[in-house]
């Protein structure tokens, strides 16, 4: 390996990540609230302390950006990005240890956020002061955005650097989680998007009685759901480029089918049509009247290629040819991305994980969720890949992360770091 020298002597620092790492679990960024300051003012600093360019951004109170760079005179700038929000804990009694108490035990480290995200910022942390230290001269700068708002949305977080044009670069990292154990490591290169629905219904009061003298506003809205929910069956027509992706996906996502006894064509439906939730839904005060109100919420999960404009557009012609009177529709739309798979940046890092790992093939996939790659890739067209030390273990009680998949990773950073700017 080129720079096999440098790639495992981070090694020496593996005591440093899972410390870090730990530290970082020990900071609450739950969100909500998601006031992130005391874990942001502690990245900062620790940039600070080796000689990085450290600047902060706070659109809200307590939403703390931080930027960090390595500047090695002109060239291209690679750009890495990872939340420090975390979901909530839930309910201790489901937990085995403080979820705000990073707990190393047998090779592994507990706490909420091990897995999404703060492995994969204390990789990064570890990766970048490494490449500050040893004497490389690479040209070049690498820049890494610390957000927070991840888990709601991200306005305050990476939508607002890259609007503001703070988050730029020639390729980026989103240090997500998509190490597994079990099923190796994965280069996610394509999202769904989210066209999340709220729709509201107008009717009548009456007496539940003479319900003729009202306008039912829950019936209104039910036969709304009903056509929303037909969506599930479109077929949709995508681009040659997202059906080669998905057809590459499939082996990684059969081995997970397999692994959690799932049908095996169960993620390539998942992957070949919208999914449509009604997650929330509110409506009447009382049996006996006829209500004149009802709402509710719907999560609508795009393919890359589709235009959530134009599904929203359906959707609305749709209602209103059912003639259903009194309906409101709104939107809030994250964009569905991909990256080329023979683009050069995929292909650099697919090489720079095989040459790691030893695999002989590296997995690119489809991910089913949403990330923040939505605004880096979706909004300025930056070549984005994610790829983390993280397992399937975030968002639940007891998460965690494998040390070793962390070492691994940074090995791999490491080396992306070099080979793209060298
Ligand atoms: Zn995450």
Redesign the pocket.
Known sequence: MKFGKIVSGIENKRDEMVKLCCDLIGFRSENPPADVTDIAYFIRDYFRERGFKVSTYEPKKGKVNVSARLEKGEGKRLLWNG?VDVVPAGRRENWSTDPFVGVVRDGKIFGRGAA??KSGVAVAMVMASHLSEIDADFSGSIQLDFVPD??TGGNHGTKYLVERGISVGDACIVG?GTSSRTWGIAVRIAEKGILDLEISALGKTSHASVPFLGENAIDKLIKVLSIVKEMENREIELPPIVRKIIDQSMPYYERISKNYGLPVDIFRQLFSKMTVNVGVIKGGVKTNVVPDYAEAKVDIRLLPGQNPEMVYSEIEKKVHESGIRGIGLDKNVALPSYENPEGAFVSLVKRCVAEVTGAEQVNTIIGSGA?DARYIRGLRGIPTVILGPGNQS?HSANEYVDIEDMVVMSKIYTLIALEFLF
Do not use: A, G, N, Q
Request: proline residues 0%; without cysteine.
């Open positions: 939340h999404d995200m991840e888990e997500e990330t975030s």
